[in-house]
């Protein structure tokens, strides 16, 4: 039997074409995009090309595109660097302020965290509702004048929420408004827009977000690169030294076929979206059926309005990483928020956000789906998953 | 994702394949241990019997709620104890399952702590509900 992958939050695979795209890149036009010469001109040309690709999927200008290592780079550029300038606009007795939600990835949380406690910069995290929701009235009250950046995720990585970006955009928008009229400072957006690349409008105009972070892998690029959008005038100090790569922002020779991977991969998903992503709805409404045909298993959040490619159950009385590892002995791929999954030992911080207990959040299953997934492969789910949980259940005791 | 990266041969093997899994009606000794950390939670049961004036577990059985090594170390400690004099029993630390199991990942060591706790209380379990 085929295996059935049904991790895609966690990574994708590289796409045929993507890959085709890249590979003479590597040891044919392998020149420094920096030097003048026919290689460093081939390879600067398809870097700008991938660029434009780029800027076109996000409505923005190509000089607005930084190629990064990755969202997580993207993510701590955008943060550290606005928070670095701010120190030059803010009075030392001062801290400038973040806003974020407890529910951002873990490279949203630990780089608030980082300035936190070199007393860069005071956090507010926002909670979330049962269904992972903030709320735009918390973010208002949390607004002070020291504040400098809203970091809020456009889709949940863990459960698949979609937090009303263009709203808290338009909010934050006509709050500057009034704070440029009072010489006050401009509050700047950012958003972790990931997860959402492939199946929401990424248009940074209508999102009115200054900053967006985005990762390769999780659209059939590879691994190790990204993209960081900045609006035109967004003050960023870049946060590694060197060349003047990347609009002086990131230094450091590019890393040209994966930029070029990456450029290939959002042409891809541009191409495709008009098509839309009723199929993997309908996959996705398909395995939340089956699955919650189980006794005693709840699904996280609302899936009517949730992203159509990740479900995410809490199963009563069975551990996730044991459902992981039979689940696994079958060929399937899935992933948990349980602790025993963690090499931190923590359960979910995101599950925990929206009020699941510790216990609840020990049975978590996470399936994500992607483009090749078929309705085969969840009947084939549907049907062995029951059998796992009842296995797990029956090695459990009775408390 | 390929557990068997992760554990061992003999850990899947339990996993698979517990051994003495479920209840035992009516246990000389019972005890059931939670992990805090993780949230594992596992329960043990032990019959004992005397031969020659001397205690010997005649039966164990577990019940686990965990993960993979949670339910390895608990299966193979049951296997570890059935048969043994309750004066041998000291020799099964956490260490000695972790081996049993043919090693345990560093962020798993503590399931293997939990399954020598469980052993430990259900026998003094034994001890306070049995005092001559």
Same mark, same amino acid.
């Given at each position: 039997?085929?295996?059935?992958?049904?991790?895609?939050?966690?990574?994708?695979?590289?796409?045929?074409?993507?890959?085709?795209?890249?590979?003479?890149?590597?040891?044919?036009?392998?020149?420094?995009?920096?030097?003048?010469?026919?290689?460093?001109?081939?390879?600067?040309?398809?870097?700008?090309?991938?660029?434009?690709?780029?800027?076109?999927?996000?409505?923005?200008?190509?000089?607005?595109?930084?190629?990064?290592?990755?969202?997580?780079?993207?993510?701590?550029?955008?943060?550290?660097?606005?928070?670095?300038?701010?120190?030059?606009?803010?009075?030392?007795?001062?801290?400038?302020?973040?806003?974020?939600?407890?529910?951002?990835?873990?490279?949203?949380?630990?780089?608030?965290?980082?300035?936190?406690?070199?007393?860069?910069?005071?956090?507010?995290?926002?909670?979330?509702?049962?269904?992972?929701?903030?709320?735009?009235?918390?973010?208002?009250?949390?607004?002070?004048?020291?504040?400098?950046?809203?970091?809020?995720?456009?889709?949940?990585?863990?459960?698949?929420?979609?937090?009303?970006?263009?709203?808290?955009?338009?909010?934050?928008?006509?709050?500057?408004?009034?704070?440029?009229?009072?010489?006050?400072?401009?509050?700047?957006?950012?958003?972790?827009?990931?997860?959402?690349?492939?199946?929401?409008?990424?248009?940074?105009?209508?999102?009115?977000?200054?900053?967006?972070?985005?990762?390769?892998?999780?659209?059939?690029?590879?691994?190790?690169?990204?993209?960081?959008?900045?609006?035109?005038?967004?003050?960023?100090?870049?946060?590694?030294?060197?060349?003047?790569?990347?609009?002086?922002?990131?230094?450091?020779?590019?890393?040209?076929?994966?930029?070029?991977?990456?450029?290939?991969?959002?042409?891809?998903?541009?191409?495709?979206?008009?098509?839309?992503?009723?199929?993997?709805?309908?996959?996705?409404?398909?395995?939340?059926?089956?699955?919650?045909?189980?006794?005693?298993?709840?699904?996280?959040?609302?899936?009517?309005?949730?992203?159509?490619?990740?479900?995410?159950?809490?199963?009563?009385?069975?551990?996730?990483?044991?459902?992981?590892?039979?689940?696994?002995?079958?060929?399937?791929?899935?992933?948990?928020?349980?602790?025993?999954?963690?090499?931190?030992?923590?359960?979910?911080?995101?599950?925990?956000?929206?009020?699941?207990?510790?216990?609840?959040?020990?049975?978590?299953?996470?399936?994500?789906?992607?483009?090749?997934?078929?309705?085969?492969?969840?009947?084939?789910?549907?049907?062995?998953?029951?059998?796992?949980?009842?296995?797990?259940?029956?090695?459990?005791?009775?408390? | 994702?390929?557990?068997?990266?992760?554990?061992? +041969? $003999?850990?899947? /093997?339990?996993?698979?394949?517990?051994?003495?899994?479920?209840?035992?009606?009516?246990?000389?000794?019972? &005890? *059931?241990?939670?992990?805090?950390?993780?949230?594992?939670?596992?329960?043990?049961?032990?019959?004992?019997? +005397? $031969?020659?004036? /001397?205690?010997?577990?005649?039966?164990?059985?577990?019940?686990?709620?965990?993960?993979?090594?949670?339910? &390895? *170390?608990?299966?193979?400690?049951?296997?570890?104890?059935?048969?043994?004099?309750?004066?041998?029993?000291? +020799?099964?630390?956490?260490?000695?399952?972790?081996?049993?199991?043919?090693?345990?990942?560093?962020?798993?060591?503590?399931?293997?702590?939990?399954?020598?706790?469980?052993?430990?209380?259900?026998?003094?379990?034994?001890?306070?509900?049995?005092?001559?």
């Amino acid at each position: 039997m085929k295996p059935i992958y049904l991790d895609h939050a966690a990574t994708t695979p590289i796409d045929h074409a993507v890959f085709e795209a890249m590979k003479s890149y590597f040891s044919q036009d392998y020149g420094n995009p920096s030097e003048p010469h026919l290689w460093g001109q081939k390879a600067r040309g398809a870097i700008d090309q991938a660029r434009e690709k780029v800027a076109e999927f996000l409505g923005a200008k190509p000089q607005e595109i930084i190629f990064t290592s990755g969202a997580t780079e993207s993510i701590n550029l955008a943060h550290k660097g606005l928070i670095e300038n701010s120190k030059f606009q803010i009075p030392n007795s001062k801290l400038p302020h973040i806003i974020t939600s407890s529910v951002e990835h873990k490279a949203v949380l630990e780089t608030c965290k980082h300035l936190e406690k070199l007393g860069w910069a005071k956090v507010t995290y926002l909670p979330v509702n049962k269904d992972g929701l903030v709320n735009l009235q918390d973010l208002e009250k949390a607004i002070q004048p020291e504040t400098i950046l809203v970091s809020i995720i456009y889709i949940n990585n863990e459960v698949g929420t979609i937090q009303p970006i263009r709203k808290i955009g338009e909010t934050i928008s006509q709050i500057n408004k009034l704070r440029m009229e009072n010489g006050e400072l401009k509050i700047y957006f950012h958003t972790d827009a990931t997860q959402a690349i492939q199946y929401l409008d990424c248009d940074v105009e209508k999102l009115g977000v200054d900053l967006l972070s985005l990762s390769g892998h999780k659209i059939y690029a590879p691994k190790g690169v990204g993209v960081l959008y900045f609006k035109k005038g967004t003050p960023l100090i870049r946060q590694q030294d060197g060349g003047g790569q990347e609009c002086r922002l990131r230094a450091g020779t590019e890393n040209v076929p994966y930029i070029v991977g990456l450029g290939e991969a959002i042409e891809l998903v541009q191409q495709k979206k008009a098509q839309g992503s009723k199929f993997i709805e309908k996959l996705r409404d398909k395995l939340i059926n089956g699955v919650l045909k189980i006794p005693k298993v709840e699904l996280v959040g609302d899936a009517s309005k949730n992203s159509p490619h990740i479900a995410t159950f809490l199963v009563e009385g069975v551990e996730g990483e044991a459902m992981m590892l039979l689940l696994s002995e079958q060929r399937i791929a899935a992933s948990s928020g349980s602790a025993c999954t963690s090499g931190l030992l923590e359960p979910s911080h995101v599950l925990l956000a929206m009020g699941y207990k510790p216990e609840q959040v020990h049975g978590s299953l996470r399936f994500s789906l992607g483009k090749d997934n078929t309705e085969e492969e969840i009947e084939k789910v549907i049907k062995i998953l029951p059998g796992i949980i009842q296995k797990l259940r029956r090695m459990a005791p009775k408390l | 994702m390929n557990f068997s990266q992760i554990y061992s +041969k $003999k850990v899947l /093997e339990h996993v698979r394949n517990p051994q003495n899994m479920g209840e035992i009606k009516n246990p000389d000794g019972m &005890a *059931t241990v939670g992990n805090k950390i993780c949230g594992d939670i596992m329960r043990l049961y032990i019959k004992i019997e +005397k $031969k020659n004036g /001397e205690e010997y577990i005649k039966d164990a059985k577990f019940q686990t709620l965990g993960c993979g090594a949670a339910l &390895a *170390t608990s299966s193979i400690i049951t296997t570890m104890v059935k048969g043994k004099p309750l004066s041998e029993t000291k +020799k099964i630390t956490n260490q000695a399952i972790a081996e049993a199991l043919g090693g345990l990942p560093p962020a798993k060591m503590h399931c293997s702590l939990l399954a020598a706790d469980a052993l430990k209380k259900a026998i003094k379990n034994y001890r306070q509900t049995h005092k001559r």
